[in-house]
């Protein structure tokens, strides 16, 4: 039965009238906060390139909220009911033809985006810029927030032994961390600035730090947040307001508290007050990494930052980081096994209560989900 | 008499350094920092505190030299490069000389600047001219010096398709490093047609005429994008206007650059969560370093023609200083106004 909705959206999907996967469940936004466990059609052919993943854990993001919320984002909106989740791990239970880096059994971290292959920006390496990718959960590319999936061999990467399903799909938001530390330059010999201690913000402290950085001092306008960038090895951490008014006497705070230029700023919440604080904070030459999403049209004060060449860096997804966060994550120099705050499964009532806790944020990192 | 000329010698030997040069003005461009210090004696966040001397776009002849100086000569035709820095902070250390926070540059408040009949200045940052560059060519160094550097900072090669936003004296020069550097299409956009065909002649590949109204933003880039098929690498904004950023952040491609030269608005609402999320970086520029060498290679090899640019010469007296910044304010078919002795 299909209800067509406002703005065109046909609350309906083919897949929960087809028999043949009534085992496979999802979990479906069907509406502005209505989500619901359903089944999801997979492919019953494999692709030659192809492996076929038995999903094992999922965690949940800012973004999936937003979908929740508003049934798009910036730039795209949903004209049908989604599967949501692209941060997942899982075993392999089937491989395509012509597959010989992976077998039936192993344990794989999924990367969630699937470019073209073929564009420029592909074959320069920055696919994650691909503009025909489809990127799990985002629009119209139903996610991985179910219990199978088919996906291409070349983007599952084997787990360690000693890596557990939830940091495999931990390599997600980790590869945020490792881009954004990667375009920023961060290494030996940096002092690094972080706005905002959520899990993005967290992720990069501790890339940060697995980088080299030689300080990392975090902000936020949440003090149990804050107490979590101290105990994740900020050196310092310092709690800032939403008023814009504050900006002045905050820029000045810190460069009281951290007292050696700023090399790099990572805004990780990504709204006015943060970008003005790090344009002006940020010492002359230095990069303030925009990684935050919160705000479209920021009003930045830039002639007078870009007259002290401090460069603006965006910061889109990832690429070419999967094979580094396992690396880290195996030799522990990132654990981001702290950030897993809360875990759920694939029920109704665990779904709906996932996304409110993540939605409230606060105490809640990281919500997983164990499939 | 002869006592007379010694006192002048005493009085300038007190200031100079053994390491410093004496230099005869020769010529010395007008930049619109200068226009803007006299119109609004402030500059972003430097003010005009006590009168100044203006002028930072010098070339003369050298009339002494300090003890230790050995690489030029009385006589000498040089360049100068405006800004003194510091030599021990970490800037300066690590070769970005131009951030130094102590840096002292001609016409940058409160240090004075140099349309004046003599100055006396560091010999190492004292540029000879060859035989076959003129001392107008030399003064051109210093404008030059920020296409040059603009084109560095950008890191770009023989395959980066590049749009300039603004066909004035920046922007020119800009073009002109651009071609030199090796781009292999280059398109400039200005409100004004007879700049416009001032870029053509120039070199530009492609120019449009774009209008002062933020509601043509989108139009503009579409037509832009048109115009530059294969997509825009860079775009050097050097205007520096709320309306050119924005139009440079939508029409640049993802995964490119956007060079903010100009210094028109301080304060710009930008669509800057749009062009992070496709990677679409914002570069700043400070004057430039390590440029004045390569400028001058390329002016003595004719690689670059710096002479279209300069449109206007005045003398120096009270009244052509005058008439000098009221042509140069103008702007219009006025590029570069250079003062001759």
Request: charged fraction near 25%; include cysteine.
């Amino acid at each position: 039965m299909a209800e067509v909705q406002e703005g065109g959206f046909r609350a309906f999907h083919p897949s929960w009238e087809d028999p043949s996967c009534a085992r496979n469940l999802a979990v479906w936004v069907c509406g502005v906060d209505d989500l619901r466990l359903l089944p999801y059609t997979v492919v019953p052919q494999l692709g030659m390139n192809d492996v076929r993943v038995k999903i094992k854990a999922v965690g949940i993001c800012g973004s999936d909220v937003h979908y929740v919320k508003k049934l798009r984002n910036s730039r795209v909106a949903m004209k049908e009911p989604m599967v949501l989740g692209h941060e997942s791990s899982g075993v392999i239970c089937e491989v395509g033809a012509s597959v010989t880096h992976l077998r039936v059994g192993d344990r794989v971290a999924l990367e969630a985006g699937i470019p073209c292959n073929s564009c420029v920006l592909c074959k320069e390496g920055r696919y994650n810029l691909c503009k025909n990718v489809r990127f799990f959960g985002s629009p119209p590319t139903n996610g991985s927030l179910t219990q199978e999936v088919v996906h291409p061999a070349s983007l599952c990467y084997k787990l360690p032994d000693n890596l557990t399903f939830e940091e495999g799909a931990m390599c997600e938001p980790l590869s945020v961390g490792v881009h954004a530390c990667r375009r920023a330059k961060v290494e030996p010999g940096r002092r690094v600035l972080i706005l905002g201690a959520g899990p993005i913000g967290l992720i990069v402290l501790l890339v940060s730090r697995a980088f080299g950085a030689t300080t990392v001092h975090v902000t936020d306008i949440d003090q149990r947040r804050l107490m979590a960038a101290a105990s994740l090895g900020a050196e310092g951490t310092l709690r800032v307001s939403s008023d814009m008014n504050d900006m002045e006497n905050e820029v000045m705070e810190l460069k009281q508290l951290i007292g050696v230029p700023i090399d790099v700023t990572f805004d990780c919440v990504g709204i006015t007050k943060t970008m003005q604080t790090a344009l002006k904070v940020t010492k002359s030459g230095g990069k303030v990494c925009l990684v935050g999403m919160g705000q479209d049209n920021l009003t930045l004060p830039l002639t007078s930052s870009a007259a002290r060449e401090v460069d603006v860096l965006g910061i889109f997804r990832y690429c070419n980081t999967y094979p580094l966060c396992l690396d880290l994550l195996q030799s522990r120099k990132v654990d981001v096994r702290p950030l897993i705050t809360h875990r759920y499964r694939l029920t109704e009532d665990d779904m709906k209560e996932a996304f409110q806790t993540t939605a409230m944020a606060g105490d809640a990192i990281k919500v997983m989900f164990t499939i | 008499m002869e006592r007379r000329r010694e006192e002048r010698q005493h009085s300038w030997w007190r200031s100079r350094r053994p390491k410093d040069v004496k230099i005869r003005m020769k010529a010395v461009g007008i930049c619109g920092s200068d226009v803007h210090y006299y119109k609004h004696m402030r500059l972003t966040n430097s003010i005009v505190k006590e009168p100044m001397v203006i002028g930072h776009e010098y070339a003369g002849v050298v009339e002494e030299i300090g003890n230790e100086v050995t690489h030029l000569a009385v006589g000498d035709n040089v360049t100068l490069e405006p800004g003194v820095s510091c030599a021990h902070c970490s800037h300066c250390k690590e070769g970005r000389y131009n951030l130094c926070d102590e840096m002292k540059c001609f016409a940058t408040p409160p240090i004075h600047g140099c349309l004046a009949n003599f100055v006396v200045h560091p010999a190492s940052l004292c540029f000879k001219l060859p035989e076959n560059v003129s001392l107008e060519e030399g003064a051109m160094c210093e404008p030059l010096s920020v296409g040059v550097h603009a084109c560095r900072r950008a890191g770009a090669g023989p395959h980066t398709k590049v749009l300039i936003m603004g066909s004035g004296p920046i922007g020119l020069v800009t073009l002109m490093a651009a071609k030199e550097f090796g781009f292999p299409r280059v398109a400039v956009v200005d409100v004004d047609e007879n700049r416009l065909k001032m870029a053509q002649e120039l070199g530009a590949h492609e120019v449009g005429c774009v209008s002062t109204r933020i509601e043509d933003v989108e139009k503009e880039v579409l037509e832009i994008q048109q115009k530059m098929a294969a997509g825009i690498d860079i775009t050097f904004d050097c205007a520096g206007l709320e309306k050119t950023m924005r139009t440079a952040l939508k029409a640049t491609r993802s995964g490119g650059e956007v060079c903010l030269v100009g210094m028109g608005h301080v304060e710009m609402k930008v669509p800057s969560t749009a062009a992070a999320a496709r990677e679409v970086d914002i570069l700043g520029l400070h004057r430039y370093r390590n440029t004045y060498q390569l400028c001058i290679d390329l002016i003595s090899s004719g690689r670059i023609n710096v002479k279209p640019l300069i449109t206007h010469r005045f003398r120096f007296s009270q009244e052509d200083v005058v008439k000098a910044f009221n042509v140069s304010a103008m702007g219009g078919s006025a590029i570069k106004v250079m003062f001759n002795i």
